[in-house]
């Protein structure tokens, strides 16, 4: 019988550390914002799921999109010199890794803060005017490779839904987590 009610006890409290340890993955996470490459509007869209006590990885991929202008002309062949516009679209895609602060930081169920870092590839391409016959080499980007810093805070709305400010050296959004 002790056997038994130390079994009971040791399953009790070792189910209910389980239950008090917060889970942050099995969350979708759906984001607008500034991409930092040429102040593009941007989305975003992760799912975020636990790999081990408050780390979680998340498969990424955002699309950014913006205008520039380049000033070309050339008398000789009838081309005005004027401000030309090319649009870049820049899509990466890869995986969020997150630590949360929330033991440390004591904070409750309500908040979610944490650290990240993003690693991928970033897929451009770039369109140009019609009447545009110059250089058409965008020289700003050399590599696909894509990396990110984020800090950020989540706002739980209720215990499915919150709201989330991530900020970062590449891209920073406001949006909403989707919690399964």
Known sequence: MKKIILSLILV???TNGLRSQEKFGR???LGAGIGYYGYAPALSLNYEFDVFKNFTLAPFVTVMSHRHYRYWGDNNKN???RNYYYRETIIPIGVKATYYFDELLNAGEK???Y?????GVA???TTWES??????VVRSYSSPLYGDLHIGAEAHLSSKVGLFLDL???????????HF
């Open 111 to 113: 908040w979610d803060f």
């Open 12 to 14: 009790t409290l070792f």
């Open 79 to 81: 081309y005005p010199y």
């Open 115 to 119: 650290a990240a870092a993003s690693l």
């Open 123 to 125: 897929y451009r391409t």
């Open 27 to 29: 969350t979708l996470n």
């Open 168 to 178: 970062s050296t590449g891209l920073s959004t406001l949006g909403l987590g989707f």
């Open 131 to 136: 009447d545009y016959y110059g250089d058409r």
